[in-house]
């Protein structure tokens, strides 16, 4: 439904996943101009190249919602421009531009490292590109995941769980072993999200590890038995799979090195054996210093990201600075205003909203929301400030469009979405498939000239 605007501005949104989309919706229903850049090709984000190829219906839905909002007629989608030092535009050229806001929702594209020896060895890679690789995400969709015989994934969340699918299921790697700092109790992934893999857990070998570590648990209060007989109750629905690759857990262990042969390939983890303890009401792992070596021909860090250092705006601790000077407000603005500590000012007009703001956070539906709130503190930045006149606003649309095309001739606009879009459809019908992802940015150009000749 949409609202009469009544001081339309024009507003740039970089990032056209779960929370530049419904910061997208929200102000483009309050009649803004919304210019909506995004790297990608195709919009969705992580929505599109991060939730597991076989969840049809729930990206099938997104997908749905998502055009629906890139069809309005005060919505304007760029795809393949990247803002940035290493993109098209520079983030500061965007800001001269003086739109009414500018909202910065580009997720967490940095890779975090846990700055260990043998990090770069062949064979270690990150699960971000690892999920990008599987969801046909140009760069990554070609790129070799020379995996082995046996992968160890360090971390036990829900992008874990999402991995073993794939490595079990579809590469049918023999054994996959996940590592994790912490202890059972601490497992991160939901016990739905287990069910896709649950098949190819190793039940005696979860058993024997409950052994091995009985006594680290009962040390913080623990109870052993309880926590095994939960976590092997959560397998009891265990999707169907025809995959004999085995999946274990291994717990309190965290890589401190990564052994590599004299070809620089993986060989194995020096893991160092952690004691769980309480640190403010939280359980934390403290190292024991004893290490034993595990060995493993390939590893996959999934412990989380953080954002990327060259967008152009200040960065500490591997997320972009806000402004600490909290507001009253609901929500409260400061969390989502951008902020520059060299200078203790806030950058006017420039917000953050969803990963890019908390970096590895929640599900589609929690980055929504901080999509949701972060176009509400947009919508109080306006507040009073005189918008442009229509002219002024074409203007700078029109200067917008111009700096695009002139840096990026192959930009993907809401007509060229729309080729690309009928050009994936009909591949499919064309193969049975139930759907069809063009790899590469160059495919999806040609089919796009294919469909306007
Ligand atoms: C492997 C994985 C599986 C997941 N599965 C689920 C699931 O099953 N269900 C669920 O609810 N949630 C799932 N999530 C969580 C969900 O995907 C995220 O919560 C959500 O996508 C975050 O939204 P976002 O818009 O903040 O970031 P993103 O989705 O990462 O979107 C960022 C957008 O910014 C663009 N961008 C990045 N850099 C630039 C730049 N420099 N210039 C221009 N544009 C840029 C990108 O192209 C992208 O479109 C999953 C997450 C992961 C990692
Ligand atoms: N299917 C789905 O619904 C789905 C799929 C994928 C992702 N997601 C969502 O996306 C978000 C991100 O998921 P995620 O799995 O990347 O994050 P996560 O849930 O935070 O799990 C990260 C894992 O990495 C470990 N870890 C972090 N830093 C580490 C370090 N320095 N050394 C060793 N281990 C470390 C964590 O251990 P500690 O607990 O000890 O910190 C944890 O086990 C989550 O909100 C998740 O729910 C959802």
Redesign the pocket.
């Given at each position: 439904m949409s609202r009469t605007p009544s001081s339309p501005h024009v507003i740039v949104v970089?990032?056209?996943?779960?929370?530049?989309?419904a910061v997208v919706n929200q102000l483009s229903q309050a009649g803004h101009q919304v210019v909506l850049?995004?790297?990608?090709c195709k919009?969705?984000?992580?929505?599109?190249y991060?939730?597991?190829p076989t969840?049809h219906r729930?990206r099938n839905g997104l997908r749905k919602s998502y055009r629906e909002i890139l069809s309005r007629p005060n919505v304007h989608y760029f795809g393949n421009?990247?803002?940035?030092e290493r993109?098209h535009l520079l983030l500061d050229e965007l800001r001269a531009l003086k739109p009414g806001a500018l909202v910065v929702?580009?997720?967490?594209?940095g890779t975090k490292s846990l700055k260990i020896e043998g990090e770069n060895a062949v064979g270690v890679f990150h699960?971000?590109d690892v999920?990008y690789h599987y969801n046909h995400l140009p760069d990554f969709s070609e790129r070799p995941f020379h995996l082995g015989e046996h992968t160890a994934v360090i971390g036990i969340g829900?992008?874990m769980a999402?991995i073993a699918h794939w490595l079990t299921q579809f590469r049918h790697i023999p054994r996959v072993t996940a590592i994790a700092r912490r202890g059972p109790a601490e497992r991160k992934y939901d016990p739905k999200?287990i069910l896709a893999v649950c098949a190819q857990i190793d039940r005696s070998a979860l058993t024997a590890e409950f052994g091995r570590i009985g006594t680290a648990l009962t040390a913080v209060g623990q109870q052993p038995d309880a926590i095994l007989a939960e976590m092997l109750d959560e397998l009891a629905a265990c999707e169907a799979s025809a995959s004999t690759s085995i999946l274990r857990f291994h717990f309190l262990t965290s890589p401190r090195r990564v052994l590599v042969d004299d070809r620089n390939y993986v060989k194995g983890l020096e893991l160092e054996e952690m004691a769980l303890a309480v640190r403010d009401g939280d359980i934390a792992a403290v190292g024991t210093g004893r290490r034993h070596e595990f060995p493993c021909d390939s590893v996959i860090f999934a412990v989380g990201d953080c954002v990327?250092d060259t967008?152009g705006l200040p960065v500490k601790n591997g997320t972009f600075v806000t402004n600490p000077h909290h507001t009253r407000n609901q929500p409260d603005d400061a969390l989502f205003q951008a902020y520059d500590p060299s200078t203790n000012l806030v950058l006017d007009g420039v917000f953050l909203?969803?990963?890019?703001r908390q970096a590895?956070v929640?599900?589609?539906?929690?980055?929504k929301r901080?999509?949701d709130w972060c176009a509400r503190v947009v919508e109080r930045h306006l507040t009073g400030k005189p918008a442009p006149s229509a002219g002024a606003a074409q203007a700078t649309l029109a200067e917008i469009r111009r700096m695009i095309m002139s840096r990026q001739p192959a930009a993907i606009d809401r007509d060229r979405l729309a080729l690309l879009t009928l050009a994936e459809q009909e591949e499919a019908v064309r193969l049975g498939a139930t759907e069809f992802k063009f790899a590469t940015n160059d495919e999806m150009l040609a089919a796009i000239r294919q469909q306007q000749a």
């Amino acid at each position: 439904m949409s609202r009469t605007p009544s001081s339309p501005h024009v507003i740039v949104v970089i990032g056209a996943g779960p929370a530049g989309l419904a910061v997208v919706n929200q102000l483009s229903q309050a009649g803004h101009q919304v210019v909506l850049l995004n790297r990608d090709c195709k919009f969705g984000g992580l929505a599109e190249y991060g939730i597991f190829p076989t969840k049809h219906r729930l990206r099938n839905g997104l997908r749905k919602s998502y055009r629906e909002i890139l069809s309005r007629p005060n919505v304007h989608y760029f795809g393949n421009v990247s803002v940035g030092e290493r993109g098209h535009l520079l983030l500061d050229e965007l800001r001269a531009l003086k739109p009414g806001a500018l909202v910065v929702a580009t997720g967490a594209q940095g890779t975090k490292s846990l700055k260990i020896e043998g990090e770069n060895a062949v064979g270690v890679f990150h699960a971000k590109d690892v999920v990008y690789h599987y969801n046909h995400l140009p760069d990554f969709s070609e790129r070799p995941f020379h995996l082995g015989e046996h992968t160890a994934v360090i971390g036990i969340g829900n992008v874990m769980a999402d991995i073993a699918h794939w490595l079990t299921q579809f590469r049918h790697i023999p054994r996959v072993t996940a590592i994790a700092r912490r202890g059972p109790a601490e497992r991160k992934y939901d016990p739905k999200e287990i069910l896709a893999v649950c098949a190819q857990i190793d039940r005696s070998a979860l058993t024997a590890e409950f052994g091995r570590i009985g006594t680290a648990l009962t040390a913080v209060g623990q109870q052993p038995d309880a926590i095994l007989a939960e976590m092997l109750d959560e397998l009891a629905a265990c999707e169907a799979s025809a995959s004999t690759s085995i999946l274990r857990f291994h717990f309190l262990t965290s890589p401190r090195r990564v052994l590599v042969d004299d070809r620089n390939y993986v060989k194995g983890l020096e893991l160092e054996e952690m004691a769980l303890a309480v640190r403010d009401g939280d359980i934390a792992a403290v190292g024991t210093g004893r290490r034993h070596e595990f060995p493993c021909d390939s590893v996959i860090f999934a412990v989380g990201d953080c954002v990327d250092d060259t967008l152009g705006l200040p960065v500490k601790n591997g997320t972009f600075v806000t402004n600490p000077h909290h507001t009253r407000n609901q929500p409260d603005d400061a969390l989502f205003q951008a902020y520059d500590p060299s200078t203790n000012l806030v950058l006017d007009g420039v917000f953050l909203g969803g990963w890019a703001r908390q970096a590895s956070v929640g599900l589609v539906g929690i980055a929504k929301r901080d999509g949701d709130w972060c176009a509400r503190v947009v919508e109080r930045h306006l507040t009073g400030k005189p918008a442009p006149s229509a002219g002024a606003a074409q203007a700078t649309l029109a200067e917008i469009r111009r700096m695009i095309m002139s840096r990026q001739p192959a930009a993907i606009d809401r007509d060229r979405l729309a080729l690309l879009t009928l050009a994936e459809q009909e591949e499919a019908v064309r193969l049975g498939a139930t759907e069809f992802k063009f790899a590469t940015n160059d495919e999806m150009l040609a089919a796009i000239r294919q469909q306007q000749a």
